[in-house]
């Protein structure tokens, strides 16, 4: 079966410029989260989706951060106006049950976000 | 402030030299701990939960265990294709949820 899957897998933006990056989860899981992935850093929690509603988005570092499930499966993570600070990869990882922390979850590769 | 702390941040190991990780963590009310390995250019990969106080885990040449303030993992007679950075990861109460809070990791090389 396929895994978590992300695209761009790379990503160069010019400062203030808007992205979209999508996560294709794991069919049928109900949790989708996003982290961001400093070098050399573990992942920081950014947003959490329970089907289509967005549960948790106490880690999103501006309103310049914008993520959604309409469908409850595919989400996409935007960012506007990017800056230098976030250039980082981006982690998207799926949990077949609900709630943030008692399961495992199953992550993508990540998307690469450079900023220039 | 909570927190998850690992140690050592970088661990060089010779084929077959056994040795542990280690995650020490402050949250009260514990509601798991997870252990990833995480490759080069790849995201982390689920290695173990564990639950409570005492509990074990194992896979190949990986053991978790757990006490009330750490977690070790230790690796028993390491091949190179276990470097890899390991991170371990706890739900901490944020934000209204409990949020998965990662370690900053291990990075582990093997030399053959």
């Known amino acids: 079966g396929a895994g978590v899957s992300q695209s761009p897998r790379y990503k160069v933006a010019k400062r203030g410029q808007d992205v979209a990056l999508r996560c294709d989860p794991i069919?049928?899981?109900?949790?989708l989260f996003w982290y961001q992935q400093a070098l050399g850093q573990g992942p920081e929690f950014l947003t959490y989706f329970q089907n289509e509603a967005q549960l948790d988005k106490s880690g999103l570092p501006s309103d310049r951060f914008f993520a959604e499930r309409p469908e409850g499966s595919v989400s996409t993570l935007k960012i506007q106006r990017t800056q230098q600070e976030d250039s980082a990869v981006y982690l998207c990882a799926s949990s077949a049950a609900p709630g943030t922390g008692t399961y495992e979850q199953y992550f993508g590769p990540g998307t690469r976000l450079t900023v220039t | 402030e909570d927190q998850v702390t690992q140690s050592p941040e970088a661990l060089r190991l010779q084929e077959g030299e056994s040795s542990s990780l280690n995650c020490s963590y402050t949250v009260s009310g514990l509601r798991g701990l997870f252990w990833y390995r995480q490759d080069p250019g790849k995201g982390p990969e689920f290695l173990f939960t564990?639950?409570?106080a005492g509990e074990e885990k194992e896979k190949e040449r990986l053991k978790a265990t757990l006490t009330k303030k750490e977690s070790f993992l230790h690796i028993t007679a390491p091949k190179p294709e276990d470097s890899a950075t390991y991170l371990c990861a706890v739900p901490q109460i944020g934000g209204g949820s409990y949020i998965p809070t990662f370690g900053r990791g291990t990075s582990l090389i093997v030399h053959p």
């Open positions: 069919s049928g899981h109900v949790s």
């Open positions: 564990l639950y409570s």
